[in-house]
């Protein structure tokens, strides 16, 4: 569970940073569509820092990475994943727009939930 847990930490922590410097090139880069004036960039930063917390929490979780916490961890981690790809997934065709990451993303998403439940299963 180490692996995924560094992964986690790293993948979340550049979409987190990037969220938060630069809101509305990074939702651009997903879904070619800039952020709506001071509200949404806020809430796109505040949904980088909760990324970003994210990353922290697996980095410190990888350093103990079969116990209780560790496991609740990822158990989240894959309704978050499984939720951002089905949100993503079905954001793009519905706007009719899509930027250039956003079907890597939904595909890194999904792939990222499909390890943590082979995890879950697999670990008792």
Excluded at 8 to 21: H, Q, V
Excluded at 25 to 47: C, D, I, K, Q, S
Excluded at 56 to 62: E, L, P, Y
Excluded at 104 to 113: D, E, Q, R
Aim: hydrophobic share 60%; with cysteine.
């Amino acid at each position: 569970m180490k692996r995924l847990l560094v992964a986690t930490a790293l993948i979340e922590a550049g979409a987190g940073l990037a969220l938060l410097a630069r809101a509305s090139w990074f939702t651009g880069l997903l879904l070619a569509l800039p952020l709506e004036g001071p509200v949404g960039t806020t809430v796109a930063r505040v949904g980088g820092l909760a990324l970003l917390t994210l990353a922290v929490a697996a980095f410190f979780a990888s350093r103990d990475s079969e116990s209780r916490a560790a496991r609740g961890l990822v158990s989240a981690m894959a309704l978050y994943n499984l939720g951002t790809a089905i949100i993503l997934g079905l954001a793009g065709p519905a706007l009719h727009t899509t930027g250039i990451l956003l079907w890597p993303v939904v595909i890194l998403h999904a792939g990222m939930a499909i390890w943590c439940a082979a995890r879950l299963l697999t670990q008792r």
